[in-house]
């Protein structure tokens, strides 16, 4: 099977279709950079989307932290559960998803695509037995939903006509782009970072008007107009040509609130990715408290519908259908507090004390050797009846006898 190798760039600055039997001609219309203008005067597209600073953040936040989080496949039986090592899908979605990726970098890759241009797709390779063996990120350009004799199929550049079930989709709300949806308030942004970029470009001077009551050549002008130029560029006191005034044509940026309008558009691309201006190191008024909180909300609300989103199309389509619900896919989201060492002494620490984790399991967790006796699942007793204090006390005796 061919593989079209792609860069990072390729990949994230692709564009996004969704049609069904007809050509889409907005996909023309991004690459040749035709797009209408947003009201602020800015062509936005995905692709130059990226270049604005909150955009790249809110979408390398989510997706770094997607690619970072634990995922396993899982079997149950009974009351038991156990990481399903073995299972053909495990490596793929923890390990190798294919030949030229690791697993970090597809995850990455495929949630940046549905944050950029609402879908990331993924071609999946099977064995003979119908078992994936690999994952073959493309660019959301290059496919095609379309119908064929009453049945969906993708057109898939390099891989042609791919069925539904070999094709992992990982959508965003209503499959749509949030760089379309909202291209007016990007291109608020945009115009503002390019406002700023064009005034410190030229030293902080404002663009404008020199005029003169006497009548000049051009080559006078020409002369004059270089002058001034040259003497606008270098810092300090500039001297007025005898005979002329200068008006300013342009308003600063106090008078146009470039600061405020900045942090505001920021704010807003937090709103449309959800994501806590704190997470992408917007100044705020921040306390421990709150900034825990927001890391709360963010995990919750931002992190919890990414992954899920993800378990459910691997089970649908990495899973056969005969061996669900025994066989499921999980993301370890408690690897979320990996760095925070406060926060992951608390968790397991309660979780110890109510006899959910033995002391050996923890270690695990924290890639630590096993020790004897660390295999009993251990519950605090803060509270008891009088009648029972000395049944309790001989049952504890009679463990410690049996454990010496």
Known sequence: ?????????????????????????????????????????????????????????????????????GLDVYESSGNEVHIANVHPAHDLIKIKPNEYQTAFEFWETITA????????????????????????????????????????????????????????EIANLQRMSPIRLHRDNLGLAKSAQDFGAEYFGQSGQMTGVLTSDQPLKKEQMDMIQGSWNHGAAQAGTKLMPFGFKYQRISISPDEAQFIETRKFQAEEICRIYNVPPVMVMLPSQTTYNNVEQQNLMYARHTIVPWTQRIEQEIDRKLIPAFQRPEIYTKFRLEDLQRGDSTARANYFTQLLQVGVLSINEVRQDLELNPVDGGNVHLCQVNQISLDKIEDYSASISKIDTTNG
Not at 14 to 26: A, L, N, P, V
């Open 1 to 69: 099977m061919g593989v079209r190798m792609a860069t990072l760039k390729d990949r994230l600055q692709s564009i996004f279709r969704y049609r069904t039997g007809k050509y889409d001609t907005s996909s023309i219309a991004e690459a040749a950079g035709i797009y209408s203008l947003t009201k602020a005067g800015s062509n936005i597209t995905e692709s130059n989307a990226m270049a604005i600073s909150t955009v790249y953040a809110c979408v390398y936040k989510i997706a770094t932290t997607i690619a970072s989080l």
């Open 113 to 168: 695509s549905a944050l950029i241009y609402g879908m990331g797709y993924a071609v999946i390779e099977r064995d003979e037995r119908g078992f994936a063996i690999a994952l073959h990120p493309v660019h959301a350009s290059d496919v095609d939903l379309r119908e064929v004799k009453n049945e969906r199929v993708y057109i898939v550049k390099s891989f042609g006509a791919v069925r539904p079930e070999n094709m992992l």
